[in-house]
């Protein structure tokens, strides 16, 4: 039997509304998206997993709208460095920057803004942290709360998508994706898109 990991990503911020680059930016929750993750809880069956969340604000309150009260923060969690891209938006950076940036894209897990990491650097955080899982939790189910592009990293890992073209698997950002963990802290896809349930609660 391996090791559960499920995976779930913040509920939306103002930034992510506005479809501007986070990364390491400390932002909150905005408020309709509090109300309605308010009314949302886990699956019975991811109950009693353990918890992770990563140390940014809208992950943190995510997991304590989703009534997890003891998580441990886990560094590793931590979206994608995006540097000097921060708080600017995609489609205005491919309009300025050009060739630069097609070039820059193009190198898919090496992709890498001025000043930040690559995805290539977020997925070897997330195989150190999956392996200590595999670990110190074997066969059992762990959960957490962290980012997009941990989650990405994650299904590169899992599938051996390169990060070119469309993912393999289309995700529903507000629900669960579940992977398996053998021994060596290996994922393999196990169940996506799993939904969060609703709580009753106004």
Not at 56 to 80: D, F, H, N, S
Not at 100 to 119: H, I, V
């Amino acid at each position: 039997m391996s090791t559960l990991f499920a995976i779930i990503r913040h509920a939306p911020t103002p930034w992510n509304v506005d479809g501007k680059i986070q990364g390491r930016s400390d932002i909150s929750l905005s408020p309709h998206s509090k109300r309605a993750m308010a009314e949302c809880c886990l699956p019975k069956c991811l109950e009693k997993a353990v918890w992770f969340t990563s140390p940014l604000k809208r992950a943190l309150e995510t997991a304590r709208l989703l009534g997890l009260e003891e998580t441990y923060i886990e560094p590793r969690l931590i979206e994608m460095n995006w540097g000097k891209w921060e708080g600017e938006k995609l489609k205005n950076l491919r309009l300025t920057l050009g060739s630069k940036m097609k070039t820059n894209e193009d190198q898919g897990l090496d992709f890498m803004p001025p000043g930040g990491e690559s995805p290539r650097h977020v997925q070897h955080r997330v195989k150190s942290l999956l392996l200590e899982i595999s670990k110190e939790t074997p066969n059992k189910i762990v959960g957490a709360i962290s980012h997009k592009g941990v989650i990405r990293s994650l299904l590169s890992l899992a599938t051996g998508w390169d990060m070119l073209g469309q993912p393999p698997i289309k995700m529903d950002w507000s629900k669960i994706q579940i992977f398996s963990i053998d021994a060596n802290g290996i994922p393999r896809p196990y169940r996506y898109n799993v939904p969060l349930k609703k709580s009753g609660k106004a």
